[in-house]
């Protein structure tokens, strides 16, 4: 996911898409406890993914101040 896309949603589509990714997160981290896990980096890809959502997040929220 690129930070353009990020920044072209609403406030409500971000918290939406940080609950998804942060579901995806659990969900990534129980297969990696099980030995379930191939692709280590989908683990990384969602944790950035998080920090792009929450930086926008942020971001407005500061801007609306």
């Known amino acids: 996911m690129?930070?353009?896309e990020v920044r072209?949603?609403?406030t409500q589509e971000l918290r939406d898409m940080l609950v998804a990714l942060r579901?995806?997160?659990?969900?990534?981290?129980m297969q990696m406890g099980t030995g379930q896990?191939?692709?280590l980096h989908?683990?990384?890809?969602?944790r950035r993914d998080i920090a792009r959502v929450k930086t926008v997040i942020n971001?407005?929220?500061g801007s609306e101040s």
């Open 2 to 4: 690129k930070a353009s």
């Open 8 to 10: 072209t949603k609403s």
């Open 23 to 29: 579901k995806r997160q659990f969900e990534l981290r």
């Open 37 to 39: 896990l191939n692709e």
């Open 42 to 46: 989908q683990l990384r890809e969602v």
């Open 59 to 61: 971001s407005a929220q």
